[in-house]
C-alpha cells in the first residue's frame, strides 16, 4: 500500500548554483595557480591575496552603492573568482597598486557599471588586464625567470614586501621577456624569428611552465588538467576551446607553412601567453559568450583568429585579451543571428506541417 | 513663447544644468571626448563655442522673419559655418597655441549639434535678446561641464591641471598650472584616451541624476510638510 503524499508537477531539480559553478572553476585553477605561485615566490603570493583582497572590497562597496544585499553576493564566489583570474593574467611582481586598481577596474568598470553578477558585456578580467596594459605598458610588461620557492635567489617574505610595496626591484639579472615579447622584437627588426631562445625546445618547457610570463601563462599542462576537469562536470562546453585552438592552429599553420622566418610554429601560438588560460578560463564565462553552441563555435573561431592576427601584426605580443573583448562585443550580434531551431518549428519560426513531423518520426 | 516676458530665471538654469547641453541632453559629445584630455583645452573649446552659441542665437533670432521653415537647416548652417570661420580666423591669430593644440575640432565646431540643436528649437522661435541669453548660458553649461572633464581626466591621467593655461588665457594666468601629483607619477593612460572621457562623463551624468533624484525627493517632502499638494520640480 502506497501512502506517498501527492506532489504535484513541475519539478525540477537544480545542482547547478553560482556558488557551486564558481567554487568549481576555482578548484580547477588551484593546480596551475599553485605551481605559478610556487615559482615566483613570495611576491606572487601576496599580489595575489593583495588582488583578491580588492577584489572583495569593491564588490562590497559597489553593493552597499547599489543598495543590494552584500553578504549573499560577497559569498557567492564571483568576486573571488574575478580577483583570481585578473592575478593570473598579470605579471607576478607587479606592484601593488596595480593589483589594487586591477580589482577595482575589473569589478567596478566590468562589472558593477553594467547591473553586477551577469549583466555586463565585457569579461571584468579582461577589461582589467587590458585597461592596465594600455595604462601601464612598463609594469604591465615587467617578465623575469622563475624563481621558485625556497630556491637559493628566490627573495624571502620580508624581500617580498619591499619588492610589492615600495618597488624595491633591484635584481635585473632575473627581468627576462616572454617568448612571445622575443618573437615580436625579432618580427620589428626584421630578422627571422628563430633566434628567439625559447622556440627551440618550447613545447616541452611551455607545457612545464619554466619560462617568463604572467601568472596564467605559465604551465599549459596544469591548465589543461583545469580545462578538463571543466569540461568533464560539465561547467564549461567543449565548443568555445575547441573552436578556439582550432581556429589559431588552422591559421597559425598555415602562416608558419608559407613564412616560417616571421611565423612562429603552431604548437608556439597554441601554448604561449594567455591562450589555454583563455580559452577553458576566460572565453567560457556564462555571461560574455553567445548561449547557443553553433555561436559559441563562431565565437572560440573568431578568438583564436583575432589572436593571431593580433599577434603577428600589431605592436602588442600578446593579444588573447583585446581578442576575447572584441569578440564580447560580437555576442549579442551572434545571439541575434544565431538561434537554435525551436521544437516544433522550422528554423524560420513557422510551425512545422504535420506531414514533415510524420516524416521526422519514420 | 515669444509673445510673454522671457523667464530668464528659466533661459538660465535650463542652460546650467536642467537643459545643460551635454549632461541632459546628450548632445555635442563629439568634441567633448576629443579635446577634454586637459582641462585647459576644454576651456578653449567651451569658450570658442559660447562665442558662436551667442552669435549664432543673434543671427538665427534676428532673420527668424525671413527664414521659411523649408531652407532653415542649411540657412542656419550657413550662418553658423561663417561664424565658426570668423572664431576659427581669430583664434588663429590671437592665441595661435591654443589653435595648435585644438586644431581641426575648431571648424567641427560646426557640426557640433548643440549649436543647430538651440538655433532651432530656441533662437528660430524668440526675440533676440532671449537668442542671445539661451545662447551664452547653454554655452556656459558646456564650458563648465568640459572643463570639470578635463580636469579629472587631466588630474588622473597627467597628474595635472590646468596645463599650458597661459597660452589661452595670457601669462597672467601661469599661476593656474598646477602639478597635483609630482614626481614619479607615471598617469593613468586610459582617462587621456577615448575610454576616460566616456568613463568621466557617465560619472557625471549618473551624479547629476543622483542630485536631481534627491532635489526632487526634498521638494515633495517640504511641500507635504506644508500640507500643500506637492509642487512638480521640472525633471532632466
Same mark, same amino acid.
Given at each position: 500500500?502506497?501512502?506517498?503524499?501527492?506532489? #504535484?508537477?513541475?519539478?525540477?531539480?537544480?545542482?547547478?548554483?553560482?556558488?557551486?559553478?564558481?567554487?568549481?572553476?576555482?578548484?580547477?585553477?588551484?593546480?596551475?595557480?599553485?605551481?605559478?605561485?610556487?615559482?615566483?615566490?613570495?611576491?606572487?603570493?601576496?599580489?595575489?591575496?593583495?588582488?583578491?583582497?580588492?577584489?572583495?572590497?569593491?564588490?562590497?562597496?559597489?553593493?552597499?552603492?547599489?543598495?543590494?544585499?552584500?553578504?549573499?553576493?560577497?559569498?557567492?564566489?564571483?568576486?573571488?573568482?574575478?580577483?583570481?583570474?585578473?592575478?593570473?593574467?598579470?605579471?607576478?611582481?607587479?606592484?601593488?597598486?596595480?593589483?589594487?586598481?586591477?580589482?577595482?577596474?575589473?569589478?567596478?568598470?566590468?562589472?558593477?557599471?553594467?547591473?553586477?553578477?551577469?549583466?555586463?558585456?565585457?569579461?571584468?578580467?579582461?577589461?582589467?588586464?587590458?585597461?592596465?596594459?594600455?595604462?601601464?605598458?612598463?609594469?604591465?610588461?615587467?617578465?623575469?625567470?622563475?624563481?621558485?620557492?625556497?630556491?637559493?635567489?628566490?627573495?624571502?617574505?620580508?624581500?617580498?614586501?619591499?619588492?610589492?610595496?615600495?618597488?624595491?626591484? +633591484?635584481?635585473?639579472?632575473?627581468?627576462?621577456?616572454?617568448?612571445?615579447?622575443?618573437?615580436?622584437?625579432?618580427?620589428?627588426?626584421?630578422? #627571422?624569428?628563430?633566434?628567439?631562445?625559447?622556440?627551440?625546445?618550447?613545447?616541452?618547457?611551455?607545457?612545464?611552465?619554466?619560462?617568463?610570463?604572467?601568472?596564467?601563462?605559465?604551465?599549459?599542462?596544469?591548465?589543461?588538467?583545469?580545462?578538463?576537469?571543466?569540461?568533464?562536470?560539465?561547467?564549461?562546453?567543449?565548443?568555445?576551446?575547441?573552436?578556439?585552438?582550432?581556429?589559431?592552429?588552422?591559421?597559425?599553420?598555415?602562416?608558419?607553412?608559407? +613564412?616560417?622566418?616571421?611565423?612562429?610554429?603552431?604548437?608556439?601560438?597554441?601554448? #604561449?601567453?594567455?591562450?589555454?588560460?583563455?580559452?577553458?578560463?576566460?572565453?567560457?564565462?556564462?555571461?560574455?559568450?553567445?548561449?547557443?553552441?553553433?555561436?559559441?563555435?563562431?565565437?572560440?573561431?573568431?578568438?583564436?583568429?583575432?589572436?593571431?592576427?593580433?599577434?603577428?601584426?600589431?605592436?602588442?605580443?600578446?593579444?588573447?585579451?583585446?581578442?576575447?573583448?572584441?569578440?564580447?562585443?560580437?555576442?549579442?550580434?551572434?545571439?541575434?543571428?544565431?538561434?537554435?531551431?525551436?521544437?516544433?518549428? #522550422?528554423?524560420?519560426?513557422?510551425?512545422?506541417?504535420? $506531414?514533415?513531423? $510524420?516524416?521526422?518520426?519514420? | 513663447?515669444?509673445?510673454?516676458?522671457?523667464?530668464?530665471?528659466?533661459?538660465?538654469?535650463?542652460?546650467?544644468?536642467?537643459?545643460?547641453?551635454?549632461?541632459?541632453?546628450?548632445?555635442?559629445?563629439?568634441?567633448?571626448?576629443?579635446?577634454?584630455?586637459?582641462?585647459?583645452?576644454?576651456?578653449?573649446?567651451?569658450?570658442?563655442?559660447?562665442?558662436?552659441?551667442?552669435?549664432?542665437?543673434?543671427?538665427?533670432?534676428?532673420?527668424?522673419?525671413?527664414?521659411?521653415?523649408?531652407?532653415?537647416?542649411?540657412?542656419?548652417?550657413?550662418?553658423?559655418?561663417?561664424?565658426?570661420?570668423?572664431?576659427?580666423?581669430?583664434?588663429?591669430?590671437?592665441?595661435?597655441?591654443?589653435?595648435?593644440?585644438?586644431?581641426?575640432?575648431?571648424?567641427?565646431?560646426?557640426?557640433?549639434?548643440?549649436?543647430?540643436?538651440?538655433?532651432?528649437?530656441?533662437?528660430?522661435?524668440?526675440?533676440?535678446?532671449?537668442?542671445?541669453?539661451?545662447?551664452?548660458?547653454?554655452?556656459?553649461?558646456?564650458?563648465?561641464?568640459?572643463?570639470?572633464?578635463?580636469?579629472?581626466?587631466?588630474?588622473?591621467?597627467?597628474?595635472?591641471?590646468?596645463?599650458?593655461?597661459?597660452?589661452?588665457?595670457?601669462?597672467?594666468?601661469?599661476?593656474?598650472?598646477?602639478?597635483?601629483?609630482?614626481?614619479?607619477?607615471?598617469?593613468?593612460?586610459?582617462?587621456?584616451?577615448?575610454?576616460?572621457?566616456?568613463?568621466?562623463?557617465?560619472?557625471?551624468?549618473?551624479?547629476?541624476?543622483?542630485?536631481?533624484?534627491?532635489?526632487?525627493?526634498?521638494?515633495?517632502?517640504?511641500?507635504?510638510?506644508?500640507?500643500?499638494?506637492?509642487?512638480?520640480?521640472?525633471?532632466?
Amino acid at each position: 500500500m502506497s501512502r506517498a503524499k501527492t506532489i #504535484s508537477a513541475p519539478f525540477t531539480h537544480a545542482i547547478t548554483s553560482v556558488p557551486r559553478t564558481m567554487l568549481l572553476v576555482m578548484l580547477a585553477l588551484a593546480p596551475a595557480t599553485a605551481f605559478s605561485l610556487y615559482q615566483f615566490g613570495w611576491p606572487a603570493i601576496i599580489l595575489f591575496f593583495i588582488i583578491i583582497g580588492s577584489s572583495l572590497l569593491f564588490e562590497a562597496l559597489s553593493l552597499l552603492i547599489a543598495r543590494k544585499p552584500v553578504t549573499p553576493f560577497l559569498l557567492d564566489g564571483s568576486a573571488v573568482l574575478t580577483g583570481w583570474l585578473v592575478a593570473m593574467a598579470l605579471p607576478p611582481w607587479a606592484p601593488w597598486w596595480i593589483g589594487v586598481l586591477g580589482g577595482f577596474i575589473a569589478i567596478v568598470f566590468g562589472k558593477h557599471i553594467y547591473g553586477g553578477l551577469g549583466q555586463n558585456i565585457f569579461n571584468p578580467a579582461m577589461v582589467a588586464r587590458i585597461a592596465l596594459l594600455i595604462s601601464f605598458p612598463l609594469e604591465m610588461t615587467f617578465f623575469m625567470q622563475p624563481q621558485p620557492l625556497f630556491a637559493q635567489q628566490s627573495p624571502n617574505f620580508l624581500q617580498a614586501m619591499d619588492i610589492i610595496f615600495m618597488g624595491g626591484i +633591484n635584481i635585473d639579472a632575473l627581468t627576462s621577456a616572454s617568448t612571445l615579447t622575443q618573437i615580436k622584437v625579432l618580427q620589428f627588426d626584421g630578422q #627571422s624569428i628563430e633566434a628567439a631562445t625559447g622556440l627551440v625546445s618550447y613545447l616541452p618547457t611551455a607545457m612545464l611552465g619554466v619560462l617568463p610570463g604572467s601568472m596564467g601563462e605559465m604551465s599549459v599542462l596544469s591548465l589543461i588538467v583545469g580545462g578538463v576537469f571543466l569540461l568533464a562536470l560539465r561547467i564549461i562546453s567543449w565548443h568555445t576551446p575547441v573552436a578556439m585552438f582550432a581556429s589559431m592552429a588552422l591559421i597559425a599553420g598555415i602562416a608558419h607553412f608559407f +613564412n616560417p622566418a616571421f611565423h612562429p610554429g603552431m604548437w608556439t601560438h597554441l601554448f #604561449s601567453g594567455g591562450f589555454v588560460l583563455g580559452a577553458f578560463f576566460i572565453a567560457t564565462d556564462y555571461v560574455t559568450q553567445p548561449v547557443s553552441n553553433s555561436g559559441r563555435l563562431i565565437f572560440g573561431a573568431g578568438v583564436g583568429a583575432l589572436t593571431f592576427v593580433i599577434r603577428a601584426y600589431s605592436i602588442f605580443p600578446e593579444g588573447v585579451g583585446f581578442a576575447i573583448l572584441l569578440m564580447n562585443a560580437m555576442t549579442p550580434l551572434i545571439d541575434h543571428y544565431i538561434k537554435p531551431r525551436i521544437f516544433g518549428r #522550422s528554423k524560420s519560426g513557422e510551425p512545422l506541417a504535420s $506531414e514533415q513531423l $510524420e516524416r521526422g518520426r519514420q | 513663447m515669444s509673445t510673454d516676458a522671457p523667464d530668464y530665471r528659466t533661459i538660465i538654469a535650463d542652460g546650467l544644468w536642467t537643459r545643460n547641453v551635454v549632461l541632459a541632453q546628450l548632445l555635442a559629445l563629439c568634441p567633448l571626448m576629443a579635446v577634454t584630455a586637459t582641462a585647459t583645452n576644454g576651456l578653449g573649446m567651451g569658450m570658442a563655442t559660447t562665442f558662436v552659441l551667442v552669435a549664432s542665437g543673434f543671427s538665427v533670432s534676428l532673420w527668424r522673419g525671413f527664414i521659411t521653415p523649408e531652407i532653415r537647416i542649411p540657412v542656419f548652417v550657413l550662418i553658423i559655418a561663417s561664424q565658426v570661420t570668423l572664431v576659427e580666423m581669430g583664434m588663429n591669430a590671437w592665441l595661435h597655441e591654443l589653435y595648435k593644440v585644438l586644431g581641426l575640432f575648431i571648424p567641427l565646431i560646426v557640426t557640433n549639434c548643440a549649436i543647430l540643436g538651440r538655433a532651432e528649437a530656441f533662437a528660430s522661435r524668440n526675440d533676440v535678446i532671449p537668442s542671445m541669453v539661451d545662447g551664452f548660458f547653454m554655452g556656459v553649461g558646456f564650458t563648465a561641464v568640459l572643463v570639470v572633464i578635463g580636469g579629472i581626466r587631466e588630474v588622473l591621467g597627467s597628474g595635472t591641471l590646468f596645463f599650458n593655461a597661459s597660452l589661452l588665457l595670457g601669462e597672467h594666468f601661469s599661476f593656474l598650472e598646477t602639478v597635483v601629483f609630482g614626481g614619479d607619477y607615471k598617469g593613468f593612460l586610459l582617462l587621456i584616451l577615448p575610454p576616460g572621457g566616456f568613463i568621466v562623463l557617465g560619472f557625471l551624468i549618473a551624479f547629476k541624476n543622483v542630485i536631481d533624484a534627491a532635489r526632487v525627493k526634498r521638494a515633495t517632502a517640504q511641500a507635504l510638510d506644508h500640507g500643500a499638494e506637492p509642487t512638480q520640480e521640472r525633471a532632466a
